[in-house]
């Protein structure tokens, strides 16, 4: 449990993070990731990472269990700090950084995607930023790497998800795999951009980064600021205190309206796993 390493195979480092039951990081956690992807970036002997997770989803964002465990803000202002460090590490390392996403990424999840350099994703992937329901804010800088602009603000405001394929047709997922497959296409991914020569892919990464329409920090860490806003006025435990009660909306996909089958083209199973991963995570 926790955060791990290993090099599967030259030039190669993956990075595995796994908190049963749903994968909703500590404080700890985040800082431990955040460690973790600087330490394989700087490393000379790696040209990509690969970010991947355990267990029944990618992620479900913050352990808001531990929040409300503290009576302060300790907690708060440690997930907040600790979620920055984890998103500026994934898009600041050295080499490019592939996400295997399998399952749900929610929440903070959508942070470190949406900073990776590529997404393999599993055929049951969703992904979506519950906050709202949560009584937090966030991410909408990450989510709009995703998705376009009206569609980044509809589905932040309904906090809906969308599937692998949505995202894959909108170019931000480069593929979209049966779930046993995931492991092996994003480590052949990564393959592919560990062959080429390690300087340069270096300097390609620093280019990428430097020629970005939108600083991506400067970005979520103004968002952070309405999200201590809503700590410190009460807003955000009065959501949370009534999370899971019925006034949350549906999931659903943006293409058409939410019902009890889930998102259009994807199976039931995507609503009630996202539902309980998030209600998990949460109460």
């Known amino acids: 449990?926790?955060?791990?390493?290993?090099?599967?195979?030259?030039?190669?480092?993956?990075?595995?993070?796994?908190?049963?039951?749903?994968?909703?990081?500590?404080?700890?956690?985040?800082?431990?990731?955040?460690?973790?992807?600087r330490a394989a970036g700087r490393d000379p002997g790696n040209r990509c990472v690969v970010l991947a997770a355990e267990g029944r989803g990618f992620n479900a964002g913050v352990d808001i269990k531990e929040m409300q465990r503290d009576p302060g803000h300790t907690a708060l202002i440690g997930a907040n700090r600790g979620c920055y460090e984890a998103f500026a590490?994934?898009?600041?390392?050295?080499?490019?950084?592939?996400?295997?996403?399998?399952?749900?990424?929610?929440g903070g999840g959508i942070g470190l995607v949406g900073n990776a350099d590529a997404i393999v994703a599993s055929e049951d992937a969703v992904f979506g930023l519950p906050e709202l329901d949560r009584g937090a804010l966030g991410a909408a800088t990450h989510l709009a790497r995703l998705v376009p602009?009206?569609?980044?603000?509809?589905?932040?405001y309904t906090s809906r998800t969308v599937t692998a394929r949505e995202l894959h047709a909108h170019?931000?997922?480069?593929?979209?795999?049966?779930?046993?497959?995931?492991?092996?296409?994003?480590?052949?991914?990564?393959?592919?951009?560990?062959?080429?020569?390690?300087?340069?892919?270096?300097?390609?990464?620093?280019?990428?980064?430097?020629?970005?329409?939108?600083?991506?920090?400067?970005?979520?860490?103004?968002?952070?600021?309405?999200?201590?806003?809503?700590?410190?006025?009460?807003?955000?435990?009065?959501?949370?205190d009534t999370f899971g009660t019925g006034g949350r909306s549906g999931t659903g996909g943006p293409s058409g309206a939410p019902g009890p089958s889930g998102p259009p083209g994807t199976s039931g199973a995507h609503p009630t796993t996202t539902a309980a991963a998030t209600e998990e995570a949460s109460s």
């Open 89 to 106: 590490a994934v898009y600041e390392c050295e080499v490019p950084v592939v996400a295997a996403v399998g399952g749900f990424c929610l």
């Open 171 to 240: 170019g931000s997922v480069w593929k979209v795999v049966p779930r046993e497959q995931l492991a092996v296409e994003a480590m052949e991914l990564a393959a592919e951009i560990a062959r080429k020569d390690g300087t340069l892919i270096r300097l390609a990464k620093a280019a990428i980064n430097g020629i970005d329409p939108v600083d991506v920090r400067r970005s979520y860490r103004f968002e952070q600021g309405f999200t201590f806003e809503a700590g410190l006025s009460g807003v955000a435990d009065r959501v949370r």
């Open 1 to 37: 449990m926790g955060v791990s390493t290993a090099s599967p195979a030259k030039g190669m480092c993956l990075v595995t993070v796994d908190f049963p039951p749903v994968n909703a990081l500590p404080v700890q956690g985040w800082y431990d990731l955040a460690d973790a992807i």
């Open 149 to 156: 602009q009206h569609l980044m603000r509809a589905l932040y």
